[in-house]
Structures are given as structure tokens and as C-alpha cells.
T-cell receptor, first 112, second 112 residues
Framework: DTGVSQNPRHKITKRGQNVTFRCDPISEHNRLYWYRQTLGQGPEFLTYFQNEAQLEKSRLLSDRFSAERPKGSFSTLEIQRTEQGDSAMYLC??????????FGNGTRLTVT | DAKTTQPTSMDCAEGRAANLPCNHSTISGNEYVYWYRQIHSQGPQYIIHGLKNNETNEMASLIITEDRKSSTLILPHATLRDTAVYYCIVPHSGGSNYKLTFGKGTLLTVNP
């Protein structure tokens, strides 16, 4: 079990730029999730994939956000035209069936 | 998700048992109680979950009251590395356990 891997760990970008984060789940896990965590708050659900299908998206996921999982393995989360309010920790998790979620250590985004 | 209530913070002496309470008075009959923790700058880590019976694993014990309206997470011999925010979560039974609502959790500080 190599765990859920997220890259990069930190990203600083200027407002208006696009950013992309990558998540590599645990290899045998067919489910993948993205969460967002702002300072002092618990993580909030963004979206969920089962294999390559994106099955649910939160209202938090505005039109500037897009997530993909093209081959049912790794996933990317892209934010277009970043805003200062997008500054947060972006967490990826994976699971198999109804087993508990395993989280990565996140990508911390700072928009200046 | 069923609403959960946890104390904002707790302290514990190193080597002593840490008992973290959680109220979930609106829990439904088939909804599980999950506990995760988050150490600073890391992603959430699954600890334990249960439905009715008390559960124990290598990390902790979970005691659920008979009416299921509250539970207690027990770390039998707390160490400094157990300092973290602990989240008690009751996912909605209508779906899978992926859409976790974390809340603010309890900050447990283990003191030397």
C-alpha cells in the first residue's frame, strides 16, 4: 500500500492563471474523490469518480473547476482563471467498494 | 449526514487514555459512525467505524451507546504523535460513505 499520492504539494499562482493538480490513488481502488479544505475548516466534498465516470459534483465545484479520470486510474483537477478565494488545500482520496476513504496529503494552493 | 457535535478542544497527558466524545442524536438505524483524524499539514486518516457494537483495532476503540445517540473514541495510551483534529462523521445512509461531512472536529493536544 503506497498510499494516495498528490502532486504538487504546494502551488503558488497569480490570480487569473490556470492550475492543474494530479492525484494517483491506491492502485486497486476504483473510487476517487476530491475534497477542498480552507483554513480552520474541515474538508468539503467536491466530486467523486467510480472508475472513469464522474458520478457526482458538489455545488462548490464552479464552472472554472474541472476534474477528469480518463483511464480510471490517476485524476486531475484543473482550476481555470484562479481567484484568491480558491486558495485552499485540495485533498484527494480513494477507496474500494464501501471501504473507508484513504486520503493523500493534499496540494496547498495559494493564489496571490 | 446526521449532525454530530464534538467539543472544540481537549487536552490529554502523554501515556494516559484519551476519550473523545461525539453526539449524534439524529442518527438513523442503519447509519455508521466513522472517526478520522488529521495531523497538521497532512490529509485525514481513517481510524475506526462502527454501527452498534463496540469496535477495537490497532489504533483505537469505539464505544457506541445502546441508543446510538453518542459515541466515544478511546486512544488507550496517547502519545505526542496523537495530537491532531479528530472528526466524528455519520454519513448519510442513502448513499455510500464517500460524501463525508467533516465539521470542525476536536483538537486533541497530548501534553508531555
Amino acid at each position: 500500500d503506497t498510499g494516495v499520492s498528490q502532486n504538487p504539494r504546494h502551488k503558488i499562482t497569480k490570480r487569473g492563471q490556470n492550475v492543474t493538480f494530479r492525484c494517483d490513488p491506491i492502485s486497486e481502488h476504483n473510487r476517487l474523490y476530491w475534497y477542498r479544505q480552507t483554513l480552520g475548516q474541515g474538508p468539503e466534498f467536491l466530486t467523486y469518480f467510480q472508475n472513469e465516470a464522474q458520478l457526482e459534483k458538489s455545488r462548490l465545484l464552479s464552472d472554472r473547476f474541472s476534474a477528469e479520470r480518463p483511464k480510471g486510474s490517476f485524476s486531475t483537477l484543473e482550476i481555470q482563471r484562479t481567484e484568491q478565494g480558491d486558495s485552499a488545500m485540495y485533498l484527494c482520496a480513494s477507496s474500494s467498494g464501501t471501504r473507508p476513504l484513504h486520503f493523500g496529503n493534499g496540494t496547498r494552493l495559494t493564489v496571490t | 449526514d446526521a449532525k454530530t457535535t464534538q467539543p472544540t478542544s481537549m487536552d490529554c497527558a502523554e501515556g494516559r487514555a484519551a476519550n473523545l466524545p461525539c453526539n449524534h442524536s439524529t442518527i438513523s438505524g442503519n447509519e455508521y459512525v466513522y472517526w478520522y483524524r488529521q495531523i497538521h499539514s497532512q490529509g485525514p486518516q481513517y481510524i475506526i467505524h462502527g454501527l452498534k457494537n463496540n469496535e477495537t483495532n490497532e489504533m483505537a476503540s469505539l464505544i457506541i451507546t445502546e441508543d446510538r445517540k453518542s459515541s466515544t473514541l478511546i486512544l488507550p495510551h496517547a502519545t505526542l504523535r496523537d495530537t491532531a483534529v479528530y472528526y466524528c462523521i455519520v454519513p448519510h445512509s442513502g448513499g455510500s460513505n464517500y460524501k463525508l461531512t467533516f465539521g470542525k472536529g476536536t483538537l486533541l493536544t497530548v501534553n508531555p
